[in-house]
Structure formats: structure tokens, C-alpha cells
């Protein structure tokens, strides 16, 4: 064969689907359950909606965006992130008319040109939601504690949430300038990346992975010091209503998240087992970003998390999800006649929900049975030239050899036969 899969991207396999329904569903049913519904927007968007929000600076914009340019010479770029697009959605379609806020989530295939390693991929899976129209602390909680319980119902437990406060633009401001002032006297010390968050971004000073910035990093001040009152005000709530909320966690005043959005609240989940890659998921208030993309000042919070670090983690601690469902029936026929009456009743169960498997090729009713229990088949549903005869089909239970003869016309009954069982 002459292709192959590209670089950081993967297959879900069949064997592999069942854990992936699993997971996304949980992920639906809790959202729904909060009152968040989905939304869905395309894999590609103006690449100037990315700039403006996640920064032109940051590391997603400058170095993993898979851009491209269509026939008509417009400069697209597959979404590395679901924020953005969700703003652009929401401003675009006026979902703030009618509604004190909008609750919304999503699912779906992100895109970032990276180093492929375990839990990172150019094309990897989020589940995520959006807040958008408050930015009353107890949202932040509503939104956090979704994310936590979501990982909480599947089973994971050595997570750690972990909560930080960017501030608002002013104390971010003078937050920055004390960080520079830190950093100046070692600026020679510094990594070249380093020497240019130094000027452009210099909070992400502190999360870079060179030893030496990482030493110097560690003395730098911390951005709690550097809160105005009502970002203190508003962090203190958060915690308050976190704690109200049974969900636990740790201040981690150096949280540096990727993009450049955000404002106040910062949280990451953080997983130990996953090796560089630990961070489960993450999110934020934003609330100037809809407005830089040419809204109003509309304040929003959420989260993303990837689905392969998520699978990664539940293997971790071997949470099974699960076996992979098997056919509820195998149909056996023998000979013409049988087969003209099964086919009728093959749809009608299928169109029952009823997974029934069916394979004209195999010809002995040996060759069937052999079949049906190879795929774990609960039931043989068999037509033979007797049963054929007197309108009637045999349903044997292949666990407990329990067998009875049931109209072959009253679809129904079969139906419920399985749906008991
Ligand atoms: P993010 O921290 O860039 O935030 O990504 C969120 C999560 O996506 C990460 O914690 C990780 O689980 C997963 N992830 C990111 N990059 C990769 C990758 N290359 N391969 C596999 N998984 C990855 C955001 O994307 C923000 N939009 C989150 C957000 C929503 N903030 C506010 N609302």
C-alpha cells in the first residue's frame, strides 16, 4: 500500500469506537443534564479569528496553525481551538437576543501542528463548554464543577484541579511590568524564545522548559500579589462556591495557560500519569474576547479537554468501560423458502433496534450456528424448512439452550422477546 495515515493524526477503529461512544455520551448526558446544549461549527475559519483572540503571540497561532489559503486567495485555517469559533457563532447567529445567557457545548476534531508524543496530536478530540453572557463567580463554578464531575463519573481519581487568577487587564498590566522588572538583570541568562516573551508576553516567562528560565522563573513574583480588589473579590467568590460544591482543589498562582484570551479565572486538571502531557483539561473567563472579535463586552467562561488524554488516563487506572456490545441475534435459514420469509422480518427487527447479524453465504446450518457463536450472538433466530413450512421461527437463547417457537408474522413478539432479555 502506498499511503499512510499522516504524522500525529490516528484511526478510531471499530474495536476502539465502543469506549469513544462511551465517553462523548457521558459527556453529553452531563452537559444536557446542566442545561448546556450543543453546538456545532465548522473544522476551518477565517485565520484572522484565531489571531485576533488566541494571540498573536502565542505558540497556537505563530507555530501550529494549519493554514491555508482557498481559490479565491482568502486565508483560512483549520480550528485549533473551539472557543474562538463558538464567539464567532454566537455573535454571528445573535444568540444574546432572548436570553440572559447561552449555555452551549461541544465535541469534536481540533487541529494543531505539533511534535506528535503520547497525548499530543495534530488532529485530536475536545469535548468543551461555553458560558457566555455573566460573569457572576458562580458560573465559573458551574463550569468547573461540570468538568470535574464529568471526569469524576467516569472514574478518574489521581486528577488535581488546579485555579489560578489572570486578573482583569489592569492588574494584568502591572502584573506583566513586575514580571519584566524581575526578569531584566537575567535577560543575557534567558533562552532566545525567552528574550522575546521577555518584550511581547512576559507571563509566558514562566512557563517555559529550558532548565535555566525554569530556574530563574522560580523566584518570580506571583500574580495573585498583583489582583485589584474586585479581581480578588471575584476569585475569593469562585473558591467559595467550589468549596460549596464538594469539588476539590489547589491555588496554583503560575498557571500559564496556551492562549491569550483569558481573564480572572484560569484552571487546569491535572493528571501525574500522563507524562509531559498532563494536563487533562483546561479553560477560563474570557470576557474581553468577544468583544475583540467585534461584539460587546460580553464576559464568558469554559473549558476544553482532549478526548485522547482522557482515554489515556482511564486506561491509567484501568476503568474498563465496558465490553463491546455483541449481536442480540444470528439468523439461520435453510433453504430458499426460509430465507424469502426471514428477509420481511430481518428488516423489521433491525427497524426494531434489534442488531441482528445475517450472512447468506454459509450455507449448512452447521457452518451458522458456528457463526452465531463466534459473534457472541445472544439468540439464534432459526428458520429451517419445518419452521418454514408452519409460518414459525425458532428463537434459541445460546446461553441457556432455552428454545420456543414464536409467529413468524408477529415481529412484535420477537421484539420483545429481546428487549427482555
Ligand atoms: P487548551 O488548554 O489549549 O485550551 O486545550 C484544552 C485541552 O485540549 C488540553 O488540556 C488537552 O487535553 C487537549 N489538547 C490540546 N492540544 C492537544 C493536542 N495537540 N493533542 C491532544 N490533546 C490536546 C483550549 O483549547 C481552550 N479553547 C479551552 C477553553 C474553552 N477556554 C475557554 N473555553
Not at 543575557?188 to 528560565?213: A, F
Not at 408452519?390 to 417457537?405: N, T
Request: net charge neutral.
Amino acid at each position: 500500500m502506498n499511503y499512510k495515515i499522516p504524522r500525529g493524526t490516528y484511526d478510531i477503529l471499530p474495536s476502539q469506537s465502543h469506549d469513544w461512544h462511551k465517553i462523548i455520551s457521558a459527556f453529553r448526558q452531563l452537559a444536557a443534564a446542566c442545561g448546556y446544549e450543543e453546538i456545532t461549527t465548522p473544522v476551518f475559519e477565517q485565520a484572522q479569528l484565531f489571531e485576533r483572540s488566541s494571540g498573536e503571540t502565542s505558540d497556537v497561532v505563530k507555530k501550529e496553525m494549519y493554514r491555508f489559503t482557498d481559490q479565491k486567495g482568502r486565508e483560512f485555517a483549520l480550528r485549533p481551538e473551539g472557543t474562538a469559533p463558538v464567539a464567532r457563532s454566537y455573535l454571528e447567529n445573535r444568540l444574546d437576543i432572548g436570553a440572559a445567557h447561552s449555555k452551549l457545548y461541544y465535541v469534536g476534531p481540533m487541529f494543531r501542528y505539533d511534535r506528535p508524543q503520547a497525548g499530543r496530536y495534530r488532529q485530536f478530540y475536545q469535548y468543551g463548554i461555553e458560558f457566555i453572557g455573566s460573569d457572576h463567580p458562580y458560573f465559573d463554578a458551574e463550569v468547573i464543577s461540570i468538568l470535574w464531575n464529568y471526569l469524576s463519573v467516569l472514574g478518574i481519581k489521581r486528577m488535581r484541579l488546579e485555579l489560578n487568577s489572570v486578573g482583569c487587564p489592569e492588574c494584568s498590566k502591572a502584573y506583566d511590568q513586575a514580571l519584566q522588572d524581575y526578569f531584566r538583570p537575567h535577560l543575557n541568562e534567558l533562552c532566545p524564545d525567552c528574550q522575546i516573551r521577555h518584550s511581547q508576553k512576559p507571563r509566558r516567562l514562566l512557563d517555559c522548559k529550558v532548565k535555566t528560565c525554569k530556574q530563574i522563573a522560580q523566584g518570580a513574583p506571583s500574580q495573585l500579589d498583583y489582583l485589584d480588589e474586585p479581581c480578588k473579590v471575584h476569585f475569593a467568590s469562585v473558591q467559595d462556591y467550589l468549596a460549596r460544591m464538594n469539588i476539590p482543589f489547589v491555588i496554583n498562582p503560575r498557571i500559564v495557560r496556551g492562549l491569550d484570551y483569558y481573564t480572572n479565572t484560569a484552571f487546569e486538571v491535572i493528571y501525574e500519569g500522563l507524562g509531559a502531557q498532563n494536563s487533562l483539561a483546561g479553560g477560563g473567563r474570557y470576557n474581553g474576547l468577544l468583544e475583540q472579535i467585534g461584539g460587546k463586552n460580553i464576559p464568558a467562561i469554559g473549558f476544553a479537554g482532549g478526548f485522547e488524554r482522557l482515554l489515556l488516563a482511564l486506561r491509567e487506572e484501568q476503568i474498563d468501560l465496558g465490553a463491546r456490545p455483541v449481536a442480540d441475534a444470528y439468523l439461520i435459514t435453510m433453504g430458499p423458502a426460509a430465507q424469502q420469509l426471514a428477509l420481511p422480518l430481518l428488516s423489521q427487527l433491525r427497524l426494531g433496534g434489534i442488531w441482528v447479524e445475517y450472512d447468506p453465504t454459509k450455507n449448512s446450518f452447521k457452518a451458522q450456528l458456528k457463526a452465531a457463536n463466534n459473534c457472541q450472538a445472544r439468540f439464534a433466530l432459526i428458520i429451517g424448512e419445518d419452521e418454514a413450512a408452519a409460518g414459525k421461527a425458532l428463537l434459541k437463547d445460546l446461553q441457556s439452550g432455552e428454545q420456543r417457537l414464536l409467529e413468524l408474522d408477529a415481529a412484535n413478539q420477537f421484539i420483545e422477546a429481546f428487549k427482555r432479555n
